[in-house]
């Protein structure tokens, strides 16, 4: 009989599931078993001190068993001894044929039930999918909470990318070379990308599986991401000097300078309707599940208001105006939101009493983003002009970690060099990429940050979180991904 104790692998669990297949084939296949087995079988007798330093050959030729040589029955035998989710589903990503075992033997609901035998009770208040996220959530807050980071970093466009987004393990860059790219967060790879006609500026952008949504100044831009590529821009200027937008299927909401939010319906192509929200320019905007328009200001002030009749609802203030809401973050699951300002500060309201749960002075300068998990109700990631990448308590707002590079080691580089086909496009879209690991070094809360150098700590203008992952963007042509491991 045997007991496994497995190892973290390559591939990364996709977020809010546990666990999902990795298609490995031939030797990579091969080899990834069986470095798995070999690194993660123990013997059960180790639990009493005789654990063997090899097992005993079979044969007269001496050739030592691999994981291509165990069937079936014995993999499920060593999986379901697995006492660990997060083993169970590193062992399942490993390859099509080990995922099969899993799931067909039910090992990730049959151990599910041995931790919560009160969910198998009719009409308990445990769901299997509840239980695994709250799993991987536990898993992500560890990781940025206490656990080891290092960057990956790559020069991702000609010119400079400001803003950046991060879903489903895609990480979208882009705003100064009037072009979008598309990454993969976990290989750092380039996957697409999307030009702006007519030599327009984007001022805003967001994404999700099935498109990309742009803003400049006066249109809205929507490309394809499957299939044909193909885009689509709204007629004439509609609205003038656009700043931000928002969207949730099949509205955008875009703020303007003058106060007001234009709804655009991107199925029928049109305005549906206009709202005043602010005297002042709106500066950010987020929406809820509910349906509410929550948009930030010049002075300091973040309105509430119905997406469908534009009544409003409330207006959020800051003990510390006049300040500019530079950011918004809206947590659906504990129904806070949160803000970044021009005056250092993070804010958090509930939005059910309209009420500031705190106001934390985090920075001496400007915060530029603050962004969380989509899920997450312990970690808040905050940027700005400091450079100093600091995770806050989402109920406390006080500062957990803080970060900037390590000077004292040089990055290590990993060859990652894009080859283009000329055949296939031009050489613009496939640009050549050397993504290079550095090292990151934790700060004290109240360190001197004048005795750190600005190389160091580049303005950090964007910033996006995913399960164990946060992307900057710091005004300049690189972009890096902060890797935290549990």
């Known amino acids: 009989m045997w007991t496994v104790k497995t190892r973290s692998l390559a591939s990364a669990c996709p977020p809010g599931l546990p666990y999902g297949p990795v298609n490995y084939t031939g030797g990579g296949r091969r080899l990834a078993q069986h470095q798995s087995l070999r690194g993660t079988m123990e013997a059960s007798s180790s639990r009493s001190g005789t654990l063997p330093s090899k097992r005993r050959s079979t044969g007269g030729g001496g050739h030592q068993p691999s994981a291509q040589s165990l069937n079936d029955d014995a993999l499920r035998c060593i999986f379901s001894r697995l006492t660990d989710h997060f083993d169970l589903a590193r062992c399942s990503a490993v390859c099509n044929s080990w995922h099969t075992i ?151 909401v875009i703020g303007c300078d003058d106060g007001r939010a234009f709804v655009y319906d991107m199925y029928s192509r049109s305005y549906s309707n206009i709202y005043r929200l602010h005297p002042s320019p709106v500066t950010c905007l987020a929406l809820t599940d509910d349906q509410l328009i929550v948009g930030g200001s010049t002075f300091g002030n973040v309105a509430i ?65 603050a962004h969380h998990f989509t899920g997450d109700t312990s970690t808040l990631a905050v940027g700005g002009i400091d450079g100093v990448l600091r995770l806050i308590c989402q109920r406390t707002g006080e500062t957990i970690r803080s970060f900037i590079m390590d000077a004292d080691h040089q990055p290590e580089s990993s060859s990652r060099m ?29 360190a001197r940050l ?37």
């Open 450 to 486: 004048d005795n750190i150098p600005m190389n160091l700590r580049p303005p950090i203008t964007g910033l996006s979180v995913g399960m164990k992952k946060i992307v900057t963007t710091h005004g300049e042509n690189y972009i890096r991904v902060w890797k935290f491991r549990s």
């Open 418 to 446: 894009q080859l283009e086909k000329k055949s296939s496009r031009p050489v613009e879209s496939g640009p050549r990429q050397q993504v290079e690991k550095k090292r990151v070094r934790e700060i004290a809360p109240d």
């Open 102 to 252: 899993i799931d067909t033997a039910h090992l990730m609901r049959d151990l599910y039930y041995k931790r919560n035998p009160q969910a198998r009770i009719p009409g308990s208040a445990i769901s299997m999918k509840s239980y695994f996220e709250a799993l991987a959530m536990n898993e992500h807050a560890s990781a940025l909470a206490r656990g080891p980071a290092e960057v990956h970093q790559w020069t991702g466009h000609a010119m400079r990318a400001t803003l950046c987004r991060m879903k489903s393990g895609s990480v979208l860059t882009g705003m100064g070379d009037k072009v979008l790219r598309l990454w993969s967060a976990e290989s750092c790879k380039y996957m697409n990308e999307y030009n702006v006609p007519n030599s327009r500026k984007l001022v805003d952008f967001d994404f999700d599986e099935n498109k990309v949504v742009g803003l400049t100044s006066s249109q809205v831009f929507i490309w394809r991401r499957s299939g044909p590529k193909s885009i689509f821009q709204s007629c004439g200027d509609s609205f003038n000097h656009g700043l931000c937008m928002s969207y949730a299927d099949p509205e955008v």
């Open 305 to 369: 208001a119905d997406q469908t009749s534009g009544q409003k609802l409330g207006l959020l203030k800051s003990a510390f105006a006049p300040t500019v809401i530079r950011c918004l973050s809206f947590s659906a699951n504990s129904h806070l939101i949160f803000a970044g300002s021009s005056s250092g500060y993070a804010h958090c309201w509930d939005l059910r009493t309209l009420r500031p749960l705190w106001e934390t002075r985090v920075s001496p300068n400007v915060i530029y983003s």
